[in-house]
């Protein structure tokens, strides 16, 4: 047969077509159960003739849309819901949460600090030898000696070892008293020494061994800064509160010029001589020591946010936020997951700390989840968090599907609606008719006889519900009975002109069975993720590339049972003009999309190419890194099979072995 033979019989298959226009329709499709009786079925393969709302629709029918959903705390308004709030600052800029005060003290932290001799600097001074000095004496001596002589201890400690950032909240002098010479009782008070002096120079009457104090025996205020009383010949520690004195050299508020230890009115008082332990005393643990305790901005913030609802039960899938975080400063998020609220102990405890900025997440499905933010800063700066994200899947809680306007001529009356759904335990399948298109609706149901309706076209409307938002019902086709008046069945035209009509269809598919042109080729792991493709439906139509690997995943997801398995398994399902036929292997799925009539081979010759590529790239594909350039010449096969290996006479080989 010729090219102008073939156009010949497509001019006289449309003439059938318009001449028998009454019966044909796309979808629904129609057929005669009898001889005045039409069957209209509705399947959904072709969305395009459908108005839904969180439905999807396709090949395997029609179900609830799996919907990814998130929830997303960014504003001021956002972040005042949270459950409680504490330290915590939304007002200073708004869409921002900060600590509200950074000056908080941390915990109190303890501190001995005793210095080794070469830091440390003490001397005793001794009225009776004036210009002595008793820098490297193992004991500070203090008190009345008789016959108008006494002594006097100074002592001044090297920098204190503390954070540059800290607050002194005690400070007290330690002396071991380790020298006994009588038990006479002796008050004993600690003076800040007023003039600058060292170890080594200093005597009754130098600061330095070379200028004299401003009066001999040391500078040294007057008024006592602490005083101990009662000292007698009990040997051991002794402390003095020298807090005031101390935090004062902390702050540089007072000039450090050390301490100085003396007995109380030593000018008057009478003999009670007392030996403390100096840096050079060989036992190190009697040396001078100072105690103290202080603290360090330590400012600690926390957002207890409100119950999250998914809207029904959910699969929680990540938690993510964005914040800004200062050296040394700190933001943790942690999260619960529940089914009640106000929350209760059935919800599952805090989650360890996610890392920053957050991560998919793996719990199970729940209605609820609650997030935990703490702030923390060691200074004046403040993190500062911008916002906060939960993700989740499930399915919608409800959708529907109407039909366009049905209205088959000449309609004598309406008949059985039959409805072929699955509705697992918590779901739904209801339905409504419309016959003044759309305006107004009444409810019915499956096995429904519809005679009463108004003879005039019909629209369905089918709704899906669920109440466990894991689980959809699905509808798999509607059926509608309807009689036709004896008029149409009167006219002997219409049963040849359907006999012609199929037989002029039935030669033009002889004719084209060998025009057959695939177009596109997608290689698909099992995760999802295509591997390569070729072809016009490939990498040079992105937009087409995406929406076909749509319909491939929901088809893949809804034909083939699962994943596992061994391979060899082969799907098909058309779109528009074009048919999808998928091959299904140990861990790849092949798509090839086409025009025409399928070459009866194709099958075959799919699955054994597809059994070659897994072969070939096994090592390579099955647990594949993502990356393109680890597939090596994979492009290269695909692109080969596409263009020769689908319609080759005899398929040799599987795969031109680039791998």
């Not at 060989?282 to 330590?298: C, E, F, G, I």
Request: charged fraction near 15%.
């Amino acid at each position: 047969m010729g090219r102008r033979w073939s156009l010949a019989l497509v001019g006289a298959i449309l003439l059938g077509a318009a001449f028998l226009a009454p019966i044909v329709r796309a979808d629904p499709a129609i057929s005669r159960a009898a001889a005045d009786e039409g069957v209209a079925e509705w399947r959904f393969s072709n969305p395009a003739n459908y108005s839904a709302s969180d439905l999807d629709l396709g090949p395997a029918g029609a179900s609830l849309a799996w919907l990814s959903l998130s929830h997303r705390d960014t504003t001021r308004s956002d972040f005042s819901l949270a459950s409680s709030l504490a330290n915590i600052d939304l007002v200073r800029t708004p869409g921002r949460v900060l600590l509200g005060d950074t000056s908080q003290a941390g915990p109190v932290q303890n501190l001995t600090f005793q210095p080794d001799p070469a830091s440390m600097a003490d001397d005793f001074l001794y009225a009776g030898g004036s210009n002595q000095n008793y820098g490297n004496a193992a004991q500070l001596f203090v008190g009345n000696w008789s016959n108008g002589t006494w002594t006097r201890s100074i002592l001044q400690f090297p920098a204190l070892p503390l954070p540059a950032n800290a607050t002194i909240v005690s400070a007290s002098l330690e002396l071991y008293y380790s020298f006994v010479i009588n038990a006479t009782p002796m008050d004993i008070s600690v003076h800040a020494v007023t003039s600058n002096w060292t170890e080594f120079g200093s005597t009754w009457n130098s600061a330095d061994g070379l200028a004299p104090w401003n009066a001999a025996g040391g500078d040294f205020d007057p008024a006592a800064v602490a005083t101990v009383a009662g000292i007698t010949n009990g040997t051991g520690w002794y402390g003095w509160n020298v807090t005031s004195l101390v935090a004062g050299w902390w702050t540089s508020a007072v000039p450090d010029e050390g301490l100085m230890v003396r007995q109380v009115s030593d000018t008057t008082a009478t003999m009670g001589q007392k030996g403390f332990s100096s840096s050079e005393d060989p036992n190190a643990t009697r040396r001078p020591r100072l105690q103290l305790a202080y603290t360090t901005p330590s400012s600690h913030g926390r957002l207890l946010s409100a119950p999250i609802t998914a809207g029904g039960l959910a699969q929680w899938t990540g938690l993510w936020w964005n914040a800004t975080v200062p050296s040394g400063t700190n933001v943790t998020l942690r999260f619960r997951t529940g089914d009640s609220v106000p929350v209760d102990a059935t919800w599952s405890p805090w989650s360890v700390p996610l890392p920053i900025f957050g991560m998919p997440i793996a719990v199970p499905p729940t209605h609820y989840l609650q997030y935990l933010l703490d702030l923390f800063t060691p200074s004046a700066t403040s993190p500062s968090v911008q916002d906060v994200t939960a993700t989740f899947t499930r399915y919608a809680i409800s959708g529907s599907v109407e039909t366009e306007e049905f209205a088959p001529d000449p309609l004598l009356s309406w008949g059985l609606l039959t409805i072929n759904a699955t509705a697992p335990i918590g779901t739904s399948v209801t339905a409504a008719y419309s016959s003044d298109n759309g305006t107004s609706w009444l409810p019915t149901s499956s096995g429904q006889d519809l005679s009463a309706a108004l003879v005039r076209g019909i629209r369905l409307q089918i709704t899906l519900a669920t109440n466990d938002t894991l689980v959809t019902p699905r509808i798999e086709s509607v059926t509608l009975r309807y009689r036709l008046s004896s008029a149409a069945l009167g006219n002997p035209a219409v049963g040849w002109g359907i006999a012609f009509f199929a037989f002029l269809t039935l030669l033009v598919l002889l004719r084209l069975r060998r025009h057959f042109a695939a177009t596109g080729l997608l290689l698909i792991h099992t995760d999802g993720r295509v591997v390569g493709n070729a072809g016009v439906d490939g990498p040079r139509d992105e937009v087409a590339t995406s929406a076909m690997l749509t319909l491939v995943h929901q088809f893949v997801r809804d034909s083939f049972q699962g994943p596992q398995g061994t391979g060899g398994e082969l799907k098909s399902f058309q779109v528009d003009d074009k048919e999808l036929t998928i091959a299904k292997g140990a861990f790849l799925y092949l798509a090839l999309v086409g025009k025409g009539t399928k070459p009866r081979a194709l099958a075959s010759r799919l699955v054994k190419f597809l059994s070659g590529l897994e072969t070939a790239y096994g090592p390579r594909l099955e647990k594949w890194d993502g990356l393109r350039s680890s597939t090596g010449d994979l492009e290269a096969d695909l692109s080969w099979f596409l263009r020769k290996g689908y319609h080759a006479i005899a398929l040799r080989r599987a795969v031109r072995y680039h791998a």
